[in-house]
């Protein structure tokens, strides 16, 4: 069964204090590989795209990258407003459409 | 390039009622999904649409749940007697075609008392 597994499930960071964020996968033939940011009580706002192992995306302070088995989103210097839950999701091979999220990781920025 | 809209924003119904909710895709996606969402998880798929073509559907679509596309521009999601297990955010989006970025609605939020 595909599987998407986000780590830490929380974090705390200092205005400034860069981090990464884990995503990692078991999704037959994986096809897309995509970021979203979700704020409390809103739905799912899109970051990036990753298609293929090797790529990486940039954001202001949003960097995406991706291998064979997992996806980081790196985060540098980040401010409070990058407070919000971020979810990872994967897209399998074979003609299904269905996005398979992980539990996402709730992070906080303090000023 | 309004974005996809849903109504109800919220919904608080009685157990064993029917809710319907409506979904609005960007226009020009000919592809338009439903997922659900409960608290501290990620979205689950329930199904999907391409143009008024219903192609996929998760086995958490119980019987009480059927969605239609009609004419293939917005989307209807119903409830038939409601549960409390059944509380959730409703999400839908839409897409441009295969495999590519799934764009979402604000969600509808269902409260089973």
């Known amino acids: 069964e595909d599987q998407v597994t986000q780590s830490p499930e929380a974090l705390r960071l200092q205005e400034g204090e860069s981090s990464s964020l884990n995503c990692s996968y078991t999704?037959?033939?994986?096809?897309?590989l995509f970021w979203y940011r979700q704020d409390p009580g809103k739905g799912p706002e899109f970051l990036f795209t990753?298609?293929?192992a090797g790529e990486e995306k940039e954001k202001e302070r949003l960097k995406a990258t991706l291998t064979k088995k997992e996806s980081f989103l790196h985060i540098t210097a980040p401010k409070p407003e990058d407070s919000a839950t971020y979810l990872c999701a994967g897209i399998r091979g074979g003609g299904s459409e269905k996005l398979v999220f992980g539990k996402g990781t709730k992070l906080t920025v303090n000023p | 390039d309004t974005g996809v809209s849903q109504n109800p924003r919220h919904k608080i119904t009685k157990r064993g009622q029917n809710v319907t909710f409506r979904c609005d895709p960007i226009?020009?996606?000919?592809?338009l999904y439903w997922y659900r969402q409960t608290l501290g998880q990620g979205p689950e798929f329930l199904t999907y649409?391409?143009?008024?073509?219903?192609?996929?559907k998760s086995r958490l679509l119980s019987d009480r749940f059927s969605a239609e596309r009609p004419k293939g521009s917005f989307s209807t999601l119903e409830i038939q007697r409601t549960e409390q297990g059944d509380s959730a955010m409703y999400l839908c989006?839409?897409?441009?075609?295969?495999?590519?970025?799934?764009?979402f609605g604000p969600g509808t939020r269902l409260l089973v008392l």
């Open positions: 999704v037959s033939g994986l096809r897309g």
């Open positions: 226009s020009e996606h000919n592809r």
């Open positions: 649409f391409q143009n008024e073509a219903q192609l996929e």
């Open positions: 990753l298609y293929s």
């Open positions: 989006a839409s897409s441009r075609g295969q495999s590519e970025t799934q764009y």
